[in-house]
């Protein structure tokens, strides 16, 4: 009896064992037929030395076509999965769309671009194992994002082994970007966002004069000044302290009603998640406050979570297929999938405008990238143009962009799509 | 049995000897086997320098020496689900020094060994009268609060981001891999020490039952403050190593899933043996971190399989498998020697 | 206010069913926070994916709880043969694909289960909504059910002989298997209620549990293990305290400040309020 269930044992470890052999042969295989789909051709790390051999390539002629992979971190395990688990999907329809209009062309040569995506497992810890395994094995040159905070445990180790990478969006922390890190780009600055919020905020709402600022509190300290700067520039003064709370709480209505005992004309939440905003938004509306709000969404996640309630909101960065302001890359991206999908566009829009920025440096040098790239003054972006913007903020000029805001109106859970914002540039 | 035993020349001698050079010679062979992984280990850089392995492997290092002092901890009968907090406050002591005030990294981290030290005994004071379950989950708790603290703690700690721009220690990989190595080494051989000295035997006594320790004079009290003093010294100083080597230092490394983690290593090695924690980093660390990264979000899935396999067909852990194979293995051959004797003779 | 009510009962279930599993069982349920997550998501799939009415779906997605429940029990607990780190790991095996099935499959959103009754009813100058009247009645109506199972079923009575001395109660003929399944059930139905109420009051992410589950282990703690009734009182006292809390103080603090105030009662009274021996 005690025998066979030895014998068991024994079995299942041989087996467990077999499959992870297996398994491993068979990851090791899917990475081997993904690169040699590509032609027998030498992949980005020697490509500098490449193409300073003689190309002779009439631009009549057909351009040989190479791969450059390109890195990417994003959070598909645990609780920041939530956004990056969607901008995985959208990544991968940027980069077959710059594929389909026949990849970067760089020195005479078409590169397609193959995606390095490494999970970040929504810690410090899990970000700098992948920005390390993407450094260290896979010898990329340049990496998008990651997004939110996460640019605190990658963008020193991106430096030190000069490595181009754009963050998606980051939380204004001096260790995520300052003057010594030359190689960190930036696909929006936030602080244009939170401008975007309250232009349209007072566009379409003109009485307002008093706005209450309710926020995440982790992120709080490293924009506090640049908030306070924000609104004095705009000529709002604040209803009071701000309303600080945290994005794991269960329960949001005492928040409601520490916003609601300021009683300001207006809400302004420019930093928080989703359940943050609609528990808010439920809660302000049940005790019957009835200024507007603004903060960024996704037009149907807040219809359909918020129903009636959703009513006096002024949202930025939904992207809809059904805004008549779309952009045109924006439209694309939206119908390569499912259009109803919520598109972050974050990661996406860092992989748009590197892909531009290599293609206009005519390089694959990251330091030759970097230094064409401080130069630029416009850059394309998936909402039309960039333009630069916090070169004061961050003491680099050039290295954080910013990009129309689309704005949408929702009232009585119905929305109304307005044309999109451009934000001032942030000092 | 015994009888048995003796037939067997080769038991024979072993028993003639005594059962303390039994264990003696016994243990040898096993203490090679160490000394070999270790040198093999030391070796290592020369070959996979400049790739990630080495990465996992700092870490798998560090992650030993924490999950062998929560087993040092266990030893006492305490099952303490504070260790991440203690291995953060050790982070945090020499993050927060080495970002504000701009220590170099050889003060913070002996600092924040200390610091988890002196707080790990303090702590220790008042769960030193809560027992078994109750033990756990004040320790639970406790380690709650310490996360809690840490997130409230305004710009000083960086709040639930985590605290950035960290110095490094060192610019090359290989001297981090070699520092956490050594490390490891040492705080394993001193944990050896540790278990197997009069101690370690008062520490047995003492979670077997208190009673019967206390009426031979064996202090409970003493002994637990001890043993959770020694064990957080070792979990500061590997977290302070480690936040300098990460550069960064965020709650969600030390909180009740970073713990739980770090106790299932221990249990998935084997908690009654003292290379299980080892074991138990290598199966739950390494064999993810290598073969199954490419599964990203699905990663998690392999890690409940190997808790589920190790669960249902191992209940004393793997090291706690390989001993009862090996006792098996041993008790075939006698029989089978004295099969071949009884048919000679 | 009846936020704050309303909170302390979601509590008290989750609570209350925890408190189940660890008395007659000894298992530290750990996945307690992925049944509550679990339930919210099956009962959003029924009723907006399957287009069934809030009536049907919850309690249906109640007894699908339960009946998993009894199959965890049979297949996952009932085999570790109570050993306490076995247990733990199976629970954080079980609750690791639990949650990461979740977000693998539907966590791209956060979600909300649409509201049972909709609108709001006026009390005065307040406005509370009506769907949270109804779960704060729903709540009571089954908090008083578990009392008097507990105090006057046969089964009660047998769960209370088998906590005070199982070996006693085998003796007596109390066959020890069936009471653990009724237990395990019970107590994931009660996690079912919860995470139904939760997922229709606030909003719905596949992590919400680690959060909810600290609650109920602080909750668990401060009554005192053992003791059923502890629970309901600290129960409101944590509803009270998490509701009441926040509108003095900002963010992190107050599960801070919280976690210290039940640090201190804890080490004063390491029982908890209402344990015994």
Not at chain 1, 107 to 113: L, R, W
Not at chain 1, 201 to 217: G, R
Not at chain 1, 282 to 299: C, M, N, Q, V, W
């Amino acid at each position: 009896m005690r025998k066979t269930k030895w014998g068991l044992c024994l079995i299942l470890l041989v087996l467990v064992l077999g499959l992870v052999t297996v398994l491993a042969a068979c990851g090791d295989n899917k990475d081997t037929t993904t690169t040699t789909a590509q032609a027998p051709t030498e992949t980005t790390a020697q490509a500098p030395t490449e193409t300073t051999a003689p190309v002779s390539s009439e631009p009549t002629t057909p351009v040989p076509t190479e791969t450059l992979r390109i890195g990417a971190i994003l959070s598909l395990s645990d609780w920041y999965s939530v956004v990056d688990a969607a901008d995985k999907v959208d990544l991968e329809y940027v980069a077959q769309m710059i594929n389909d209009d026949g990849g970067i062309q760089v020195q005479g040569k078409n590169y397609k671009i193959e995606l390095v995506i490494e999970d970040g497992k929504s810690s410090l810890d899990g970000n700098t194992a992948a920005a390390t395994k993407l450094v260290l094995d896979e010898k990329l040159s340049f990496v998008v994002g990651p997004g939110a905070f996460f640019n605190l445990a990658t963008t020193p180790i991106f430096e030190q082994n000069k490595v181009l990478h754009v963050a998606n969006y980051n939380g204004l922390n001096p260790a995520e970007m300052n003057k010594d890190t030359t190689y960190a780009f930036l696909g929006l600055d936030p602080i244009t966002q939170a401008n975007a919020e309250l232009k349209s905020l007072m566009l379409y709402y003109p009485d307002v004069k008093t706005v209450c600022l309710a926020t995440e509190d982790a992120t709080y300290p490293a924009f506090e000044p640049h908030f306070n700067a924000l609104v004095e520039r705009l000529g709002l003064t604040l209803s009071g302290p701000p309303v600080l709370f945290a994005t794991n709480a269960e329960d949001y209505n005492p928040v409601a009603s520490k916003i609601k005992a300021q009683n300001p004309d207006a809400v302004w939440m420019p930093v928080a998640i989703d359940p943050s905003y609609f528990g808010i938004t439920k809660g302000l509306r049940t005790l019957g406050y009835e200024g507007p709000l603004s903060f960024p969404i996704d037009a149907p996640s807040v219809t359909g979570a918020l129903g009636d309630v959703a009513t006096g909101i002024v949202g930025v960065l939904s992207k809809q297929i059904i805004d008549p302001n779309i952009s045109a890359p924006m439209k694309r991206l939206l119908e390569m999938g499912d259009p109803d999908r919520h598109v972050f566009g974050l990661g996406p829009n860092a992989l748009y405008i590197l892909a531009h920025a290599i293609q206009a440096a005519d390089s694959l040098d990251p330091t030759e990238v970097r230094d064409h790239w401080e130069t630029m003054t416009s850059i394309p972006t998936l909402y039309g143009e960039g333009f630069p913007s916090g070169s004061q903020l961050f003491g680099l000029a050039s290295h954080a962009w910013a990009h129309p805001i689309p704005v949408a109106l929702v009232d009585n859970g119905q929305v109304e799509y307005k044309p999109w914002i451009i934000p001032d540039v942030t000092p | 049995m015994n009888e048995v035993m003796n037939i067997s020349p080769a038991v024979e001698e072993s028993t003639a000897t005594g059962e303390t050079s039994r264990t003696k010679a016994r243990r040898w062979p096993g203490m090679s086997v160490v000394g070999a992984l270790f040198i093999v280990l030391a070796l290592l850089p020369l070959g996979i320098s400049g790739s990630y392995y080495m990465h996992v492997l700092i870490l798998t290092f560090v992650y030993v020496a924490i999950a062998s002092s929560w087993r040092v901890v266990s030893i006492s009968g305490q099952f303490n689900i504070a260790i991440g907090a203690f291995m953060g406050i050790g982070a945090y002591a020499a993050a927060i020094p080495s970002v504000w005030l701009h220590w170099p990294p050889w003060v913070t981290i002996p600092l924040g060994a200390v610091a988890a030290t002196i707080l790990g005994a303090a702590l220790a004071f008042p769960f030193a009268r809560l027992r078994t379950i109750y033990y756990a989950m004040g320790t639970l708790f406790l380690g709650y609060v310490v996360i809690n603290l840490i997130t409230a703690g305004g710009k000083t700690t960086g709040m639930s981001t985590g605290l950035g721009g960290v110095q490094p220690l060192f610019g090359d990989r290989r001297y981090y891999y070699y520092l956490t190595l050594g490390l490891m080494i040492v705080s394993m051989f001193s944990m050896y020490r540790f278990e197997f000295s009069r101690i370690g035997v008062r520490m047995k006594a003492v979670s077997q039952s208190h009673q019967v320790a206390a009426s031979v004079g064996i202090g409970e009290r003493r002994n637990r403050i001890l043993a959770v003093a020694f064990g957080s010294f070792f979990a500061g100083l590997m977290g302070a190593v480690y936040c300098h080597y990460q550069g960064v230092a965020s709650p969600s490394s030390y909180g009740l899933g970073a713990t739980l983690w770090i106790i299932m290593y221990v249990l998935v090695g084997g908690i009654n043996s003292f290379w299980g924690p080892a074991v138990g980093v290598g199966i739950l660390m390494v064999i993810p971190e290598f073969f199954f990264r490419d599964l990203k979000g699905d990663l998690p899935y392999v890690t409940a399989a190997i808790l589920l396999i190790i669960a249902f067909t191992m209940p004393e852990g793997i090291v706690g498998l390989l001993k009862l194979a090996r006792d098996r293995v041993f008790a075939r051959l006698r029989r089978k020697e004295v099969d071949l004797d009884a048919s000679g003779g | 206010m009846i936020n704050v009510v309303l909170l302390g009962v979601v509590y008290i279930l989750m609570g209350v069913g925890f408190a189940f599993i660890l008395n007659l069982l000894g298992i530290f349920n750990l996945a307690h926070g992925a049944i509550f997550v679990s339930a919210a998501y099956g009962c959003y799939l029924m009723v907006v994916k399957l287009g069934l009415p809030g009536f049907v779906a919850f309690p249906l997605t109640v007894l699908a709880a339960a009946a998993f429940g009894v199959l965890v029990e049979r297949f996952l607990f009932r085999p570790m043969k109570a050993d306490f780190n076995r247990t733990i790991m199976v629970c954080i095996a079980l609750s690791t694909i639990l949650v990461t099935t979740f977000n693998r499959f539907m966590g791209t959103r956060a979600l909300s289960i649409p509201p049972f009754i909709a609108g709001t009813t006026g009390i005065g100058p307040y406005k509370v909504e009506t769907d949270r009247i109804l779960a704060f009645c729903i709540g009571i109506v089954i908090l008083v059910a578990i009392i008097l199972f507990v105090d006057r079923s046969r089964w009660g009575a047998r769960m209370q002989a088998v906590t005070q001395n199982r070996e006693g109660a085998a003796l007596q003929g109390i066959r020890f298997g069936q009471i653990a399944a009724i237990a395990v059930a019970v107590g994931f139905g009660l996690a079912a209620i919860g995470g139904v109420f939760m997922g229709t009051l606030y909003n719905l992410t596949p992590f919400v549990g680690d959060v909810t589950l600290i609650k109920v282990l602080m909750l668990v703690i401060l009554a005192g293990l053992g003791s059923f009734n502890g629970i309901f009182y600290v129960g409101a006292l944590l509803g009270v305290l998490y509701g009441a809390l926040p509108v003095v103080l900002n963010g992190a603090v107050v599960d801070a400040l919280a976690s210290i105030m039940v640090l201190a009662l804890l080490i004063i009274r390491p029982r908890g309020f209402f344990g015994h021996e």
